[in-house]
């Protein structure tokens, strides 16, 4: 299976989480590609994922299915080439738009599963990665908050959350979709740019049940959680965002303890990293 993650050096704690837990459901090999870049701005300097990351996942990768491999992807290049001029100083970092130039690497597979790296695998994913994408760019799970604003029809819940995107690369390529994505994000300063961009040009999408991108709460057929922020309205009106890396929160926020082997092993890996 083909898994794609984007992002700088931030994002290393999401991801060891996440690639962990994929490992834990799944015997087949996994070939993970990580998107990411080294770039100065005004706001400051972009760090890419760090190679002693990678060579770690790789090495994890290994100890469980040899034909498994971790690979970093700098894609600094591309993104100065065409850069999402309209959307840099947004809140969302340039490298959340990292995913749309995915269609211009020769290298990544037909078929790839994008995730965020505060996506959390609980359940075996294989039906979802494996279903049928003829004709389809893209399938996903409608955002469980933007389906009942951002929607197109008043009767049809279609926009989607990027969290988790199945890509048919191959058909992307021929449809143009990222093509098209990346200029709109050069010209149109937007609410969450990528995501936005995909959801008003996919003209072929795919919309999948919740379970594979839980948004909101745990649930016992949950096979993907993902660490969004979400609105709480007890004892008052208030947003809530804990992330799967911060543990204590974690426990005391979310009453969650699902995740604790996982986070345990992440814990003693990052000690390990930044060692």
Known sequence: MNVLYCGDKNIEDGLVISVLSLLKHTSEALHIFVMTMDLTLKTGRILPVSPKTIRYLDSRLKQQN?????????????????PPLAN??????????????????????????????????????GCFYHQELTGCELAGVPDYYGKWFFRKSLFHMDYMNSGVLLLNLAHIRETGLFARCRALCSTKKMFMPDQSAINKLAGQKKLCSRIFNEQRKLHEDTVFQHFTTSFRFFPWLHTLTVKPWQMEQVHEKLKLYEYDDILQEYTVVMAELRG
């Open 66 to 82: 040899e034909e498994s491999a971790v690979v970093r992807i700098d894609a600094t290049e591309l993104f100065c080439a065409a």
């Open 88 to 125: 840099m100083e947004t809140r969302f970092t340039p490298c959340c738009m990292l995913r749309l130039y995915a269609d211009q690497i020769p290298d990544l597979p037909e078929r790839i599963l994008y995730l965020d790296n505060d996506v959390v695998c609980r359940k075996d994913f």
